[in-house]
């Protein structure tokens, strides 16, 4: 198999250049100044770093809007390595520490430590992904952990509305205005050493809870783009009448299940109205936990399976360029995800993640506009992205998503571990 060069994981974080900081303000600030961004500051009053910022993420605005709430002080970001595409430099220059999604890397430790050692902010997203349907996703439980090692105040970041403006399922800017944003002390440094890790985790889980479709609704925002629904049944991919997956399809601000014609209008207010007057869900996060639900049913009755899906996979070794690895399949099922195939060479390739090793996974939906939807598994080392063929199976990245965390959570329950709510 062809050997890759990779990416300097441990490379300390760079502080970021004195020149910098003022350009990435004046570049966030154009979106911030459009969306007229509410910024409201509580506990942080006077504050200086070092201190942790912990942010939710629903969009890339969310990055502008941290700018605002931390300029002119100095930050280092862990930032996902496909962020680094063609422009290493220029991210490690404004800062950025780069993370393989859902690994556990002490080496990012380590760098965290030396941001709040120099002084600086240490900005992380611990929901590790944009949300799917604007709640929150699942925290990982090292997180208190993690704030009593760095030792510095706890900060946190919770927007609204950055989804409702750019949903995950369909990036188009629907202009929402205005959004908000908290920026609120969480924890001293004496909260921090007296209390533990787990009432931590248990006080971030509760600080980090949000619903942005309840959010517009309750500040009656209204989105009027045409094609607001497009893109939904990349979420909802179960029909809540005729129960068959996979079968959604929308077109301008309508939802359709094409197995049995049931019809849902998506209002201005980011409501479900079925056209018989009979709505199963008007709430989008409703519809997206029944699916969960039933998941979590066939992961209970060891069920669970994908099949086996024809894939294509595309390897991202450094942050250069994806190169496309080979051809193979993909099974997800009660044993984790299996990924085999050959490259151009001929050679075998193989990533297993069994289900102990993975809390939750990240999914694209049209990668990048063209390559559509994928599933991105990580070593340390490596990044695969991979594509299972819509012209050859049937299948939703969002079930994987939603099964890989009720897979972990079925086994620490069968090990007799806690399973608190939002959190792994």
């Not at 925002?221 to 959604?248: F, N």
Request: aromatic residues 10%; hydrophobic residues 35%; proline residues 5%.
């Amino acid at each position: 198999m062809q050997q890759f060069e990779r990416f300097d994981m441990s490379a300390p974080p760079v502080r970021t250049k004195w020149y910098l900081r003022p350009l990435t303000y004046l570049l966030s600030m154009p979106d911030v100044l459009k969306h007229k961004n509410i910024l409201t500051k509580t506990g942080t009053e006077g504050l200086k770093p070092p201190y942790v910022l912990l942010c939710n993420h629903n969009a890339f605005m969310d990055f502008k809007v941290a700018t605002k709430a931390i300029f002119p002080q100095r930050a280092n970001y862990v930032v996902a390595i496909d962020g680094f595409i063609g422009r290493e430099k220029l991210l490690r220059d404004v800062g950025c520490i780069c993370k393989r999604k859902f690994t556990n890397d002490v080496v990012l430790v380590k760098q965290l430590r030396q941001t709040v050692a120099n002084g600086d902010v240490a900005i992380i997203y611990p929901e590790a992904r944009y949300s799917l349907c604007g709640t929150t996703a699942v925290l990982p439980r090292s997180l208190g952990k993690l704030c009593k090692i760095l030792d510095v105040p706890v900060v946190t970041l919770i927007c609204h509305g950055h989804h409702i403006n750019s949903p995950f399922w369909n990036l188009h800017d629907r202009g929402v205005r205005p959004t908000e944003a908290e920026f609120s002390l969480l924890f001293d440094r004496e909260t921090l050493k007296n209390t533990p890790a787990d009432e931590l985790n248990r006080r971030i889980v509760e600080r980090f809870r949000y619903d942005d479709y309840l959010w517009q609704k309750e500040k009656g925002i209204r989105v009027t783009y045409r094609g607001r629904a497009e893109g939904l049944e990349k979420v909802l991919y179960q029909c809540p009448h005729c129960l068959k997956e996979y079968k959604m399809r929308s077109e301008g601000s309508v939802l359709r299940c094409t197995s049995c014609g049931r019809e849902w209008n998506y209002t201005e207010l980011g409501e479900l109205e079925a056209a018989d007057g009979n709505t199963e869900f008007s709430h989008i996060p409703d519809w997206y936990e029944w699916e969960r639900e039933n998941v979590r049913r066939e992961v209970a009755g060891g069920i669970y399976s994908s099949g086996e899906l024809p894939v294509k996979v595309d390897t991202l070794p450094n942050a250069k360029k994806f190169i496309r690895l080979g051809e193979g399949t993909m099974v997800h099922d009660m044993n984790g995800f299996t990924v085999r195939g050959r490259d151009a060479d001929g050679d075998a390739f193989e990533m297993i993640k069994n289900v102990p090793s993975l809390y939750s996974c990240h999914i694209e939906y049209e990668y990048l506009g063209k390559y559509g939807d994928c599933v991105d598994l990580n070593t340390l080392d490596d990044t695969w992205y991979i594509y299972p063929d819509p012209e050859k199976c049937d299948f939703s990245v969002t079930k994987m998503a939603l099964a890989t965390e009720e897979l972990y959570f079925a086994y620490r329950r069968s090990k007799g571990k806690e399973c608190p709510p939002g959190l792994a």
